[in-house]
């Protein structure tokens, strides 16, 4: 293989994009550092963490006990703000999810290699995520198990009707049960190969399990044809998919008559900030998991190098968006459009918008620095303020347009009672409990991805080139004479 | 087992059948011989192979590999996808399906269905806000869905179907270094029902073209 190496140390193309897996490994190494996470031993601190986590999971179910006991009263919802909390961590969580879509799904069809090392963590935060957000329309409903006859079009002869298809909330149903549901399979069809490598190292009733999971999958010529265009097919989809969601959700406010929300620029503004979160979210969640799990050479700085750039882009898109509201609030010259502005960055949120101000247009600014960009320490504690500030601009954009409305006798202030908190610190914890199991069952990174990847690092010829197809055709590839390396005996 | 005109064995419906039950429950069917498989150190001593053995005249030809080892396909003739022509016939399902649901349960005032309300499947017109009933802009959304979501499944599940699983047994599990499949080793497989197959012939061909291991293997 040391003809290999030389080549791929030669090749332009790495002298402008270091190499994406580090250190020399071998396609064993690969399958080695990553199965090893969910075949060794479990260790002390994911006892520790996951105890910590399955409490806090623990009280959201009783939270959520105790509402369904009680009645929607027991959250500060009330006259004005009806949509409170719940909605607040509902846009927060989706957004949260769309960095996973965005990263498996749009970054693959951009041929941006380095996805591979995080797209599996970011799908499944993605999966995590929806399933938190659903929860809180489902609770909102106050009835949950009657929610099928509500949400869903499911034949009733109780009330022998139908929803509202004129509704955005029904727009929403299907385009968040639709987006988790493809998530799911895009993520399964992506684990599908790597279970069958976990097979193969298992033995007894681990290796039946990993053998049904895997469908029987032997990685045959006519498999991967197929799979390839499954996943071409599934990446396509996906991107509509994921901008469709958000553009959707932010149809919920913005086809109201509400000042603050009445505005077509939602839709993008929406979009850009899920980006931001999620991608906020994901470094957070790598950071951690690559330190304790010594992923350091698969889950390089170069990749979190990259995440901190999308970070600073869309920071910038999201503050773009803030200003280009202020703009239209005064150009337009509606007083009740003006008067929300004014009301939101003087009234009595001006303390939650300023935090939403600083932690969204003002931190991001740091990663303009290379030197903070490569900042470990800079980076985590970045991400955290993000997520902080993304949470703070759906609940800014919620409350302060419905406290003050159109009629001051209706004003009122929204205070969140304790079973607000603790329901969405629940689903915190509910999030974290399910991506610890995940990172101690499941190849926590996609081998066979990372494997295309170093095949195209060892061989930067037309021999092999993996998942991505296309190498710069600015540089002319080293030629590999196929057939003649040393190894192949003649 | 009768014999047809030729003189060889017609096969009845249970050797049609049962086969592909055994490989479904994981049950080997027969003994026999199935194929040849090689082994490679990586990709391009696969592709190069490959393509001899194409070259030789073999034609039933396939590799497995870790990752998706480009140019094989090629290099062995595996031919095109066409996931893609059901996948899309299948989403344009989904949006006619989304259709027909907002139309029938929001806009259709025909004669209803018969004991329809006493499954709640009768459609219910009702004028909301002013609002035409059935408009494919307000119906945009859900088609656009529907589309996807059918196009997720039909993706998904047709790309297993086509690939012939769910399937637990197959005779290339019995090769001795199959677990290196998953992991980092790159195998041709020359099936015993090729009309050029000669055991010892195939395993020398496999051995001249770098094969770090090559052996016959049974369908048991």
Known sequence: MAAHNNSAANHPLLEVNPPLVLGGQSYHDVTESVSSISEGKTPKQWYILISITASITVMLFGMLAYLVANGIGVWGNNAPVYWAWDITNFVFWIGIGHAGTLISAILFLFRQKWRTSINRSAEAMTLFAVACAMIFPLFHTGRPWRAAYWLGPTPNPDLVMWQNFRSPLMWDVFAVSTYATVSALFWYVGLVPDLATLRDRARGIRQRIFHIASLGWRGSARHWRNYEMAYLILAGISTPLVLSVHTIVSFDFATSVLPGWHTTIFPPYFVAGAIFSGFACVLTLLIIARWALNL??????????????????????????????????????????????????????????????????????????????????????????????????????????????????????????????????????????????????????????????????????????????????????????????????? | MANNHAGLPSPTLGDLVLPKLYSLF???????????????????????????????????????????????????????????????????????????????????????????????????????????????????????????????????????????????????????????????????VVEASDPKFKAEETLELLRSLGAVHAELVEDK
């Open chain 1, 296 to 490: 350091e050479h698969l889950i390089t700085l170069k990749h979190l190098e990259n995440m901190n750039k999308v970070i600073l882009v869309t920071g910038w898109v999201v503050g773009l968006a803030y200003g280009t509201e202020f703009f239209i609030a005064w150009y337009s010259g509606n007083p009740y459009e003006q008067f929300v502005f004014i009301n939101r960055a003087f009234g009595p949120y001006a303390w939650a918008y300023w935090t939403m101000i600083s932690c969204n247009v003002i931190s991001p600014n740091f990663f303009w620095f290379k030197k903070l960009r490569n900042s470990i320490p800079v980076m985590f504690v970045l991400s955290l303020v993000v997520n902080v500030g993304m949470w703070f601009e759906r609940f800014v954009i919620i409350a302060t347009s419905l406290h003050r409305d159109f009629l001051p006798s209706s004003w009122g202030y929204f205070q969140p009672t304790y079973v607000d908190i603790c329901t969405f610190i629940g689903t915190i914890g509910l999030f974290l409990t399910l991506f610890l199991l995940f990172c101690r069952f499941l190849p926590i990174i996609a081998i066979s991805e990372v494997k295309g990847v170093l095949a195209e690092q060892r061989n930067p010829g037309p021999g092999v080139v993996a998942t991505s197809k296309v190498v710069d055709p600015k540089f002319e590839p080293v030629p590999v004479a196929v057939g003649t390396t040393e190894g192949s005996g003649h």
């Open chain 2, 26 to 188: 994981g049950i080997a069917n027969k003994d026999s011989l199935y194929g040849a498989v090689a082994e490679f150190e990586d990709g391009p001593q696969l592709v190069a192979a490959g393509a001899k053995v194409k070259e030789a005249g073999y034609t039933k030809l396939d590799a497995l590999s870790p990752f998706p080892v480009h140019g094989i396909d090629d290099a062995i003739g595996v031919p095109r996808s066409i996931l893609g022509f059901i996948v899309i016939c299948i989403a344009f399902c989904g949006t006619f399906a989304a259709f027909l649901l907002m139309w029938y349960t929001g806009a259709y005032s025909g004669p209803q269905i018969p004991g329809c309300e006493l499954v709640g499947l009768c459609s219910y017109p009702l004028v909301i806000g002013g609002k035409p009933l059935f408009h494919w802009v307000f119906g945009l959304p859900i088609m656009f869905e529907l589309s996807i979501l059918f196009a997720a499944f039909a993706s998904v599940i047709g790309m297993f179907a086509l690939n012939g699983l769910p399937r637990m047994h197959h005779p290339t599990f019995n090769y001795s270094g199959i677990h290196r499949a998953t992991d980092d080793r790159f195998m041709l």
